[in-house]
Structures are given as structure tokens and as C-alpha cells.
């Protein structure tokens, strides 16, 4: 990143020093300009240079916190243009020094109960006579075997086939034994999710680490003992399952068949109750989604728990819930789903708002130097209304100081989540500052380097952008207006 910087630092500077070609032809133009009007008028113009000797010491103040402004402007471009590159370096590396979160967007599926059965199929076929006489000279009627086909799938229990002769004609008669699966409804679901996100140092993105648990209860419907089945389908885009169990009536179940998800299977006396939970914890991002059915069902008693710490959305035409609850700025805490006896084929998805880490990095970095000058003219008006004075030199060297303080959060971006990041680094801008300007000077400085801070409350910039105006407002009131309104 050091040498990235140089080269902008470098490329920058080229870029100045441009300039100033044009800069000293307008300055010759303007010594040649003051030295006509000397000639044209002597006494006027020696009038005006005494004036201007007596006031260029503080012009030359003002002059140097211009400069400053223009250095840290130039310093602050070096840093941005050096985070933007390294974060894209970083998010299409083939390899990283870091762990990426291993999961994406989740969707955890809503499992199956069934009771097993048998039916059987038979068929027959009747050969003519013609036919029987000449699979009599290739060698018997087993030669037909191989054209006639074979049923596939694992749902066959049992085939028998067979020839018989009914006179002159032969007659070919096949009994496949399948097993049949009937669904049966769910009596209760308790589905919990818990989603905590964390936000990994280097611009990596946002991610959620989730604990899964779920009770499911159901019933044989039959009047006697019956074979039943239960799967758990494993979610999609979740990564890898840590800490999986699945428990059948207490007892623990070691997953074989992980492609179409665990299946336990087992004879159910009439009328009796089979219970399972499910735990499991995995790494997701963007969102997360329950898969109530492919298809219109039957729910008995549903109820799904979400707690999160990040605001949720909800995806158009799936359902809403039934209960929230949210703390301050939006921030959804608890999210509940109840459904009794209903028919849906809805399901219910949650989206997470993530903007890019990179564009808002962007959006920071151009704002700074606009802060610096915010800051600034905010330390000025600070001044006026309170009829403090307030020197050139230092305010160019506070002004550098923030300008420190937001390259130093440019830097921590690579270390620290960027949250922490430009919270530090708007920390010690400020600190600096006040140590070079005073600590009368605190709040203008404050509320001048959180500005570029608001881009990264979620989508709140917009409100506290208006907060921190109304701040300034009240804070820049005249003293006299302040002892009024007090008395």
C-alpha cells in the first residue's frame, strides 16, 4: 500500500507542479500590471503597497491555512485513491490472508414426514402363437427378457415375472411391488434462528453467523403400527454445518445419506408421537429464507423465532410477521412468525440491507475534503459568535491535523472493521486539533469530522445528516441569544 501511495502521491504532485507554468505567467502578468499603475500614478500606488505591507502578515495567515487546506486535500486524494485499490485488490485476490465467510445466502427447507406402504402392479402381455414358435428355435422364452425392460428407481420392493401358456398363444404376466409414501402434516413446528453479524477487518463484507434449532412433532394417522419416515432437508448456499445434531425421541442420529439430507425411518405404533430436533450453526450473508413448501400445505401450528442485530427486510409477497419487535434508528431485534391452521404456499425470507464496503469508502473519501473545509469555516463561525480569537497558524495546523486523522482511517481500513476504522481516525483528527487549537474549539471540530461517519449508519445518512445540521445551528448561536433564551 506504501508503494501504491507513492506512485499517486507522485502522480499528484506532477499534476501540480503542471500548473504551474500558468500560475507564474499570471503572476508576471500582475507584477507587470502594478508596475504600470506605479508609473501612471506614484503616489497612489506607494499608498496602496504601505496598505498592503500592513496587512500581508495576516494575509499570509489565512494564505498558509489555504495551503494547508490544499495539502491535506492532496494528501487525503493519495489515501483514497490507495484504500479503493487495495479493497479491490483484496475482494478479487485468488488468495487472501484471512478467512472469507463460507456461506452466502441461506434457504433452509421445511421438512418431511410420510408413512411408508406397499402397493402392487401387475401386468400382462399376450404373445402370439407365432412368436412362441420362434423363441422356441433362439433358445426359449428367457430371450424375450432383455427387450421387455426392467422397472428402475428405488422404490421397488419386490418383481416377479413370469410366462405361461394358454394354448397355442404364450402369456407374459409381471408384479412389481413399490413402496408408496403418503405425507403426513406436520403437528408442530418451533423453528429458532438466531443471526449475529460481524464485520471481518480488510473490506471483506458483512456476514451472519447463525445458530439453527427446530422441534418438530408428528403423528401416525393409521390405526395400527405403520413404517414412517421423516427428512430434514440440509439448507442451500449455507457453507459448512458446524455442531449438526439430529435427535429422534431422544435418541441421536448419525447423518449417512447427506445428499437429499438426513432420513430417519421406523416403525410408529397407532397413534403415536415421534419428536425431533435439529440444531445447527453456519455462516451466511445478504439473507436468509424458510421454505414453508413447494407447493400449497396444510400448517397445523407453525412458529418461527428470528433475533437479529441488524435491520431486516422483507421479500415482496412471502410472509410478514406477525410480531416485532425494534430498537432505536429501526434496528430489528426479535422478528416472530405464528400461523395456525392455515393453507399457504408462501414462504418466509428475510434480506439484510449490505451496501458495498468499497462504495462506501468512496463516499467517505470524497466527502473529507469538503469536511476540512466545513471544519474550518465551522472553527470561524465558532470564533465570531463567541469572540474568541482565533489565529491563522493554528487553525492551518488543526486543519492538517484532521487531515492525518482521516488518512490514519484510511490506513486502519486494512486492520480493523471500517467502522472502528474511521471512528478512530475521526477520534484522533480531532484530538489533534484540539491539541493544536484548543479545547475551546472542541465541538466545531466534533461535529465537522462525524459528518463523513453518517454514510455509515445503514441508511441513515439522510436523517443524521439533519440532526447534524440542526447541531450547528443551536451550537453556533450567538452568546447573546444563548444568555436571552437562558434568562
Excluded at 458495498?356 to 476540512?372: D, Q
Aim: hydrophobic letters at 45%; glycine letters at 10%; proline letters at 6%.
Amino acid at each position: 500500500m506504501v508503494q501504491v501511495a507513492l506512485d499517486i502521491l507522485q502522480h499528484a504532485l506532477s499534476t501540480l507542479l503542471g500548473l504551474a507554468l500558468p500560475a507564474a505567467a499570471v503572476a508576471l502578468l500582475g507584477a507587470i500590471i502594478l508596475l504600470l499603475l506605479h508609473r501612471l500614478d506614484p503616489a497612489r500606488s506607494r499608498a496602496r503597497l504601505r496598505w498592503l505591507t500592513r496587512r500581508a502578515p495576516h494575509a499570509a495567515g489565512w494564505a498558509l491555512v489555504l495551503l494547508a487546506l490544499g495539502a491535506a486535500s492532496v494528501l487525503l486524494h493519495v489515501s483514497r485513491r490507495a484504500v479503493d485499490l487495495r479493497v479491490g485488490t483484496q475482494l478479487s485476490a485468488r488468495y487472501a490472508n484471512a478467512a472469507d465467510p463460507d456461506g452466502g445466502q441461506t434457504v433452509q427447507g421445511a421438512p418431511r414426514a410420510s408413512m411408508l406402504g406397499t402397493h402392487t402392479y401387475t401386468r400382462s402381455l399376450t404373445l402370439p402363437a407365432d412368436v412362441d414358435t420362434r423363441i422356441r428355435v433362439q433358445g426359449g422364452w428367457e430371450a424375450l427378457l432383455p427387450y421387455l425392460g426392467q422397472p428402475d428407481g428405488s422404490s421397488v420392493r419386490d418383481l416377479r415375472e413370469s410366462f405361461t401358456r394358454v394354448g397355442r398363444r404364450l402369456v407374459y404376466s409381471r408384479a412389481v411391488t413399490l413402496t408408496t409414501e403418503e405425507p403426513v402434516p406436520l403437528d408442530s413446528s418451533a423453528v429458532r434462528a438466531d443471526l449475529k453479524f460481524t464485520e471481518p477487518a480488510g473490506g471483506r463484507g458483512l456476514y451472519y453467523a447463525a445458530a439453527f434449532s427446530a422441534d418438530y412433532a408428528f403423528t401416525n394417522p393409521a390405526s395400527s403400527p405403520a413404517t414412517m419416515r421423516f427428512t430434514f432437508p440440509l439448507p442451500t448456499g449455507s457453507g459448512t454445518l458446524s455442531d449438526f445434531r439430529l435427535t429422534v425421541n431422544g435418541q441421536v442420529l448419525r447423518p449417512a445419506d447427506t445428499d437429499s439430507g438426513p432420513v430417519w425411518e421406523g416403525v410408529v405404533p397407532a397413534g403415536g408421537v415421534i419428536r425431533v430436533n435439529v440444531t445447527y450453526r453456519n455462516q451466511g450473508a445478504r439473507s436468509w429464507r424458510y421454505e414453508l413448501g413447494q407447493r400449497r400445505e396444510a400448517i397445523r401450528n407453525f412458529r418461527l423465532d428470528v433475533s437479529t442485530d441488524r435491520p431486516a427486510k422483507f421479500q415482496r409477497y412471502t410472509l410478514f410477521p406477525t410480531r416485532q419487535t425494534r430498537t432505536a434508528l429501526g434496528t430489528t431485534s426479535h422478528l416472530e412468525w405464528n400461523l395456525r391452521d392455515v393453507i399457504t404456499a408462501q414462504d418466509i425470507a428475510l434480506v439484510f440491507a449490505q451496501g458495498s464496503v468499497r462504495e462506501t469508502l468512496a463516499k467517505i473519501g470524497v466527502l473529507h475534503p469538503l469536511t476540512l473545509v466545513l471544519a474550518a469555516l465551522l472553527c470561524v463561525a465558532w470564533a465570531v459568535t463567541r469572540r474568541r480569537p482565533l489565529s491563522p497558524v493554528p487553525l492551518a495546523a488543526a486543519v492538517l491535523g484532521l487531515g492525518l486523522g482521516f488518512t490514519l482511517a484510511g490506513v486502519l481500513t486494512a486492520y480493523l472493521p471500517v467502522v472502528a476504522a474511521q471512528g478512530l481516525g475521526a477520534l484522533a483528527g480531532v484530538l489533534l486539533g484540539r491539541q493544536l487549537l484548543g479545547r475551546a474549539f472542541t465541538w466545531p471540530l466534533a461535529l465537522g469530522s462525524a459528518t463523513p461517519l453518517v454514510f455509515l449508519s445503514g441508511g441513515h445518512a439522510g436523517l443524521l445528516l439533519t440532526v447534524l445540521a440542526a447541531l450547528l445551528l443551536l451550537a453556533l448561536r450567538p452568546a447573546r441569544a444563548r444568555m436571552r433564551a437562558g434568562g
